[in-house]
């Protein structure tokens, strides 16, 4: 069988990880059995559903894929079935339908399968003969194939006498093997009650649960964290954490010239050397745009006109002309005087070697 020949299978994933199966019975729910269902709530707080995805992959989904939030999970009255609301309608085609629930008048099928993750496929189906062997379950002799059927779950189902597949159980593999029984959604009127389950859930718009998660929640559904995000790694598997973040731009700027043979290198005149070796002019530094692309133009010293200054133009430091409005240029400790000194010429005296006086 190739992509689309089982368009009901579902997948269930709670916090971005994959839990058990289902079976898409409606455009806006999916059918499972309870156990698996109480594995899918206990495994966490956001659920999703995957479908129409054949194959699973380290990133990027298929184009035929569609995820869904689940907001409600209803058992249905008098069965082991569960049908789980989505938060929006599927779009149907040919790799994402429903499978019909079958008529009660049924007949034993050699011609029913069970789907399921295996491995790397999302979707690997297992062909089963198939008999009612009481009013409540059906008995299955699956064809030896090998394949590990831990945790799927959804609805059995069988061809009818025109090929077309219908629902006829619902099961849940706790093991590597099939189950030899299932029950049965053919008696008890358990589709009439499923039915119900429907229309009742259709009555009112489905409300989205809060969601906790304080960065990016992936469409299949992990929590990326806020530091995290547009940090160039895709955490989610579309890559939703790296959408609309800043444009780092690539630099023109000249790398530094090497000085010698050591492992120093310089810019040129009119140049400031940034913490990456890049070079860029005085007039670009401290203006509150990180030009050098690692940040180091615009650290904590261009906060204050003294740093600023020593940053800068060195040379204006305790050169007898004051450049800040403060004067703080031209203070003691700015040229160079222990805290319990002071300076003994006074500004504007233009002696180069300004001598410092103890206090004590």
Known sequence: SGPGSWPWHANFFNEGEYVCGGSIV?????????????????????ITVLVGQEKRT?????????????????????????????????????????????????????????????????TKTMETVVEQCSSTELCLTATPSGVDTLNWA?????????????????????AQSPPDRVTSLL????????????????ASDPRVPDDPCE???????????????????????????????????????ALCEQVGSGPECSCLPGQ?????????????WCDGVPDCGDGSDEPAECGACVTRLALLTPTAICDSVPDCQDWSDETSQACGCQPDSFRCDQPFNMSSSPSCISST
């Open 26 to 46: 409606h455009k806006v729910f999916v059918l499972t059995d309870l156990s698996c269902a109480k594995m899918v709530v206990q495994a966490g707080s956001f």
């Open 58 to 122: 380290n990133v990027g989904l298929g184009p035929y894929s569609q995820l869904r939030i689940v907001v409600s999970l209803k058992v249905v009255q008098g069965s082991t079935v569960v049908l789980a609301q989505m938060d929006r309608m599927l779009e149907f085609n040919d790799h994402v339908n429903q499978l019909c629930l079958s008529e009660e008048a049924w007949t034993p099928s050699d011609s029913c399968v069970m789907s399921g993750m295996a491995g790397d496929m999302l």
């Open 154 to 174: 959804g609805a059995l189902a069988c061809a009818d006498t025109k090929g077309r597949y219908r629902a006829v159980g619902v099961y849940h593999s706790t």
């Open 187 to 202: 008696g008890g009127g358990v589709g009439g009650n499923i039915a119900r389950v429907i229309t009742a859930g259709l």
């Open 215 to 253: 960065g990016v929640r992936c469409g299949l559904g992990n929590c990326v964290k806020e530091e995290n995000v547009c940090d160039r790694n895709w955490d989610c598997q579309e890559g939703e954490d790296e959408i609309n973040c800043p444009v780092v731009s690539s630099t023109s700027l």
């Open 272 to 284: 400031l050397k940034c913490g990456n070796n890049l070079c860029l002019d005085l007039g670009a």
